[in-house]
């Protein structure tokens, strides 16, 4: 039974992150976007399928027009949604926002704002600070997800006090290998582990072994992408067996119960899930995280009691005693951007 649905809204984004492929792989139109009445389709069959966590992804999903919308029926019936969000558009569109998002994590790669925006492609540290400032006087549960890539690993400490002074919950996200990127070293990951645990801050134990394994093996797969989550694609196909190395793309039309549950397509796609050439040492995480609990239980098991606890102390800290940190860095202007700043409803 799947337990998550990755849904790609849309493959815009804002910025040119050096790590993603998205923006330098996909033109992104809003055409190609999913239209409620297909939003609403889908997430009905996903509750008959069992899924309970619907991940909010692209592309920047605050550039897709029914975000808000798509959240409020999400929460309406009782889904855990997620949405990753470089923040730039965040304080727009914040107050619709509260309420809607279980976990809203904004994407933070420096703690210094020059080497944050080199990776970014554009300027965008002190928006990023805006977005943090804007979502605490909301009282929004904060968290940020920062990808840890070789050459950031050693700064992952001035991350963690970055996160501390915000108010935030930080996700240490170990870089994956694809489209030709660097992934991050097993012996940097086996560095990681030290962080488990501590006050503050979210590692996948399960993850860093997986890494320092050397990923995925087709023999002994660990990946259970297709039977663990439901990818949806912004052009409402069902991918499979997952986004990144997608063999078959199939037209939703209404039907994704059936389509999940019956299909042969599907079923084969079940049978070699993680046993494909391209999944030998495989460490997508967007996959993994719900496939790890199968080869690493204890490790998945812990993480999962170390995040409920790290929610409840963020909770009761949001309440007693917001945070306020220094006020951001003057504004500057961006001589990069290279799409419109629109967002949900332009």
Request: aromatic share 8%.
């Amino acid at each position: 039974m799947p337990t998550t649905c990755n849904y790609y809204v849309t493959l815009r984004c804002n910025q040119r992150c050096t790590f993603c492929n998205i923006p330098h792989t996909n033109d992104g139109s809003p055409s190609r976007e999913p239209t409620m009445d297909q939003v609403r389709s889908n997430l009905q069959d996903l509750k008959r399928l069992g899924v309970f966590v619907i991940d909010v992804t692209g592309g920047e999903p605050l550039l897709y027009r029914h975000l808000v919308e798509m959240l409020t029926l999400a929460k309406k019936m009782r889904f855990m949604t997620t949405v990753t969000t470089n923040g730039m558009l965040y304080p727009k569109f914040a107050e619709q926002l509260v309420g809607k998002v279980d976990a809203l994590l904004f994407s933070i790669d420096s703690t210094d704002a020059d080497e944050h925006d080199r990776i970014r492609a554009m300027k965008s540290f002190h928006l990023s600070l805006e977005a943090l400032a804007t979502a605490r006087k909301l009282r929004q549960p904060l968290y940020i997800s920062h990808v840890v890539t070789n050459e950031s690993f050693a700064h992952v400490d001035e991350m963690i006090r970055f996160a501390k002074d915000q108010g935030a919950i930080l996700y240490l996200n170990p870089c994956f290998s694809f489209f030709g990127n660097e992934g991050l070293d097993p012996e940097k990951a086996k560095g990681l582990y030290k962080y488990f645990g501590k006050p503050g801050v979210i590692v996948d134990r399960a993850q860093l072994a997986l890494i320092s394994s050397g990923g995925n093996k087709k023999d002994d797969p660990v990946c259970r992408a297709v039977t663990s989550t439901v990818v949806i694609s912004p052009e409402n196909k069902l991918l499979l067996p997952c986004y990144h190395f997608k063999d078959d793309a199939i037209p939703i039309e209404n039907k994704l119960f059936d389509l999940y549950s019956f299909s042969p397509v599907v079923r084969q796609a079940k049978e070699m899930e993680g046993r494909h050439s391209f999944c030998e040492g495989c460490t997508v995480y967007c996959y993994m995280r719900s496939s790890l609990l199968w080869k690493y239980p204890v490790e998945s098991v812990l993480l999962a009691g170390h995040y409920v606890r790290e929610r409840v102390r963020q909770r009761i800290r949001s309440i007693v005693a917001p945070a306020t940190p220094a006020p951001p860095p003057p504004r500057a202007a961006s001589t990069r951007r290279q799409l419109p700043l629109v967002g949900p409803g332009e």
